[in-house]
């Protein structure tokens, strides 16, 4: 069984950078698309990015796009969330999931997730 574990949250300044991984265990990661989704108090977990098995092909939610950038290194079982010019909106917790199906920007296509790494964007 997949599992997966995230770090690199913490608390960041307005405009500054922060990276996000997500290492995976269990075998068989490159048999997985794998996203990243957030939660802020009191909101929905929402779609933020997604990766394809090979890494060829990414998703973003609008609100992300042209600031955050996932990738993911096969060799080591590790996905990334580069993010760059944070904004206080960014404050939340992000989770990373797998897919054995699809590169989905929907929570119910994700069967693995990961307990979650705080985000705090600071104004």
């Known amino acids: 069984q997949l599992q997966l574990v995230e770090s690199g949250g913490g608390v960041v300044q307005a405009g500054g950078s922060l990276r996000l991984s997500c290492a995976a265990s269990g075998g068989g990661f490159t048999d997985y698309a794998v996203g990243w989704f957030r939660q802020a108090p009191g909101k929905e977990r929402e779609f933020a990015a997604a990766?394809?098995?090979?890494?060829?092909?990414?998703y973003y939610a609008n609100s992300v796009k042209g600031r955050f950038t996932i990738s993911r290194d096969n060799a080591r079982d590790t996905v990334y969330l580069q993010m760059n010019s944070l904004e206080p909106e960014d404050t939340a917790v992000y989770y990373c999931a797998a897919s054995i199906t699809y590169t989905s920007r929907s929570r119910g296509d994700y069967e693995y997730w990961g307990q979650g790494t705080q985000v705090t964007v600071s104004s």
């Open positions: 990766i394809s098995r090979g890494g060829s092909s990414t």
